[in-house]
């Protein structure tokens, strides 16, 4: 079986649409998707439509539980940042409309997958132990087991940080497939506007009965800054 792994596409249009159509050319066979899926767009419904036409099985990730559980009537905003997120949280809750909404919400926080060779799989947005805490590049050893739970699966494919990584820890294999819509950039703006991103991060997994294969690729989503 070949997977697709994705996560915080935060409502990229352009940059999921990048991401599928270099992976059409193989063929992938399901697309997993680790949450932060629509907010905050700039194309929120379309990104569903899209992944929901591609058959994505998809967990729940934080923006996407803010978005259907917080009342933007409700919260207090003490910056600009907070206040335009909040206006934008309004806009996208609107441009979903209360089906959408919905099904977001009963997204799962995990799902459980079994493997060729026996194994499971876990798909998370953060960590198998709880989903709102990031398994990222930096944690050691002893923290990325820490975080597993009691239920350990063979391999966990997760997001949330942002940036990729595929270690193995006391034979679990931590594959984080970092983000296609807001993938860190290696190029600083400092007191200018935020750049987009320019790249969106992918990861292939191949399920086979001998055992795992695991590709991660960056895909250019437009011309690179001088």
Known sequence: MLYLCLSDIQGNLDALRAVLATAERRAFQRLLVAGDIVFP??????????????????????????????????????????????????????????????????????????????GELVLVHGAPLDPSEALSFDLDDDELLALLGDDPADLVVCGMSHVPFDRTVGGVRFVNVGSVGDAPDDVANPGGPVLAPRYAHATWVETTPAGLFVEQVRIPLGPADD
Request: cysteine-free.
């Open 41 to 118: 767009g700039p194309e929120p419904l379309e990104t569903w439509r899209r992944l929901s036409a591609a058959g994505a099985i998809m967990v729940q990730g934080l923006t996407d539980r803010a978005l259907v559980t917080l009342d933007p009537a409700g919260i207090e905003t003490t910056t600009e940042r907070e206040a335009e997120m909040v206006k934008r949280m309004r806009e996208v809750r609107a441009e979903l409309g209360d089906v959408v909404l919905e099904r977001i919400r009963r997204l799962p926080t995990s799902v459980r997958i079994p493997l060729e060779d026996g």
